[in-house]
């Protein structure tokens, strides 16, 4: 365990201004064993990181902002596109040094539904995660459209929920290496990239341009992201614009050519083969495979 963690796990912060600003969750779909919430924190530089503790399993897809959690299972930093890992049970911390607030889809699983889908998945029906979160490339990208969908108020079936764990815990079959934990320089200056990015992904945005606001020279920057994100900022930001897509597509009548535009995209083949090969269909068959409000039966929903 990571030295500290657990001390005080189960204090809660006092400072009524801090209370305001802590996640707030809204609960967005429920069913036997598992259920699925948004997380929005307000929180940023200025507030002390507190301690807090996963009461179950913990997958949440970081949709917007990014973060650096703390757990037993180590120190990652999230960001758009990622997942953060939680064992049940486990002390954890996440602390916006370098920007404020973020915003996740967090899906919970009990310990029964869990050991059983792990036993089949990953092999065992004690695993736990050895990582405290998983890049945005590790993941299929229809399970994080999924999630996004999910936020903007379409229903999310039981089915869909154990997908995506199944493709979490897939991950874990293959020896691949963790993501290491970035120096606290370089936290800060991919930190701003990030924010940077975010900002302005639906145009185009160079190495260099982006190598400037991190204060790097362009292949220390590259290095540094690609090592720190499991990913790459070209990567990173075509799989932004692809997710807004994907989200639009699946919650909009728009026509595809305008969703393309409106992601950055100067031209519909471009757009039409790079979401064929992240989501491995074209955007219209895509948007034709998901269920609509009204078609879903399989869950329960509430909302706070």
Same mark, same amino acid.
Request: charged share 20%; with cysteine; net charge positive.
């Given at each position: 365990?990571?030295?500290?963690?657990? @001390?005080?796990?189960?204090?809660?912060?006092?400072?009524?201004?801090?209370?305001?600003? $802590?996640? !707030?969750?809204?609960?967005?779909?429920?069913?036997?064993?598992?259920?699925?919430? @948004?997380?929005?924190?307000?929180?940023?530089?200025?507030?002390?990181?507190?301690?807090?503790?996963?009461?179950?399993?913990?997958?949440?897809?970081?949709?917007?902002?990014?973060?650096?959690?703390?757990?037993?299972? #180590?120190?990652?930093?999230?960001?758009?596109?990622?997942?953060?890992?939680?064992?049940?049970?486990?002390?954890?911390?996440?602390?916006?040094?370098? *920007?404020?607030?973020?915003?996740?889809?967090?899906?919970?699983?009990?310990?029964?539904?869990?050991?059983?889908?792990?036993?089949?998945?990953?092999?065992?029906? +004690?695993?736990?995660?050895?990582?405290?979160?998983?890049?945005?490339?590790?993941?299929? *990208?229809?399970?994080?459209?999924?999630?996004?969908?999910?936020?903007? #108020?379409?229903?999310?079936?039981?089915?869909?929920?154990?997908?995506?764990?199944?493709?979490?815990?897939? +991950?874990?079959?293959?020896?691949?290496?963790?993501?290491?934990?970035?120096?606290?320089?370089? /936290? $800060? +200056?991919?930190?701003?990239?990030?924010?940077?990015?975010?900002?302005?992904?639906?145009?185009?945005?160079?190495?260099?341009?982006?190598?400037?606001?991190?204060?790097?020279?362009?292949?220390?920057?590259?290095?540094?992201?690609?090592?720190?994100?499991?990913?790459?900022?070209?990567?990173?930001? !075509?799989?932004? =614009?692809?997710? /807004?897509?994907?989200? %639009?597509?699946?919650?909009?009548?728009?026509?595809?050519?305008?969703?393309?535009?409106?992601? #950055?995209?100067?031209?519909?083949?471009?757009?039409? %083969?790079?979401?064929?090969?992240?989501?491995?269909?074209?955007?219209?068959?895509? $948007?034709?495979?998901?269920?609509?409000?009204?078609?879903? =039966?399989?869950?329960?929903?509430?909302?706070?």
């Amino acid at each position: 365990m990571l030295s500290g963690l657990g @001390e005080y796990c189960y204090r809660q912060p006092m400072q009524q201004e801090l209370e305001v600003r $802590r996640p !707030q969750a809204r609960r967005i779909a429920a069913g036997e064993g598992w259920q699925v919430s @948004e997380f929005v924190c307000h929180l940023g530089p200025d507030d002390k990181p507190f301690e807090e503790q996963h009461e179950e399993v913990s997958i949440a897809a970081v949709l917007a902002g990014s973060f650096h959690y703390r757990s037993p299972a #180590g120190r990652a930093l999230l960001y758009p596109g990622a997942f953060l890992l939680g064992n049940a049970g486990a002390c954890f911390t996440c602390g916006h040094e370098h *920007a404020r607030g973020d915003r996740c889809i967090a899906f919970h699983f009990d310990n029964e539904l869990f050991c059983e889908i792990a036993a089949s998945s990953a092999g065992s029906h +004690r695993f736990r995660f050895p990582a405290s979160m998983l890049p945005a490339t590790s993941v299929p *990208a229809p399970v994080i459209a999924e999630a996004e969908a999910a936020a903007a #108020g379409r229903a999310m079936v039981e089915e869909r929920v154990i997908a995506l764990l199944e493709a979490v815990l897939a +991950r874990f079959s293959t020896a691949a290496p963790p993501i290491p934990d970035p120096k606290p320089i370089d /936290r $800060r +200056r991919i930190g701003a990239t990030l924010r940077y990015i975010e900002q302005n992904f639906d145009r185009s945005l160079s190495l260099a341009e982006l190598a400037s606001i991190a204060g790097m020279s362009r292949y220390h920057f590259l290095r540094t992201f690609r090592r720190a994100l499991g990913t790459t900022p070209y990567r990173l930001v !075509q799989d932004m =614009r692809l997710r /807004r897509a994907a989200l %639009a597509l699946a919650t909009t009548d728009e026509p595809v050519a305008a969703i393309a535009f409106a992601a #950055g995209f100067g031209d519909l083949s471009t757009f039409n %083969a790079r979401f064929r090969t992240l989501f491995g269909n074209t955007p219209s068959v895509f $948007r034709s495979q998901r269920p609509r409000r009204s078609s879903v =039966r399989a869950s329960t929903f509430a909302s706070s």
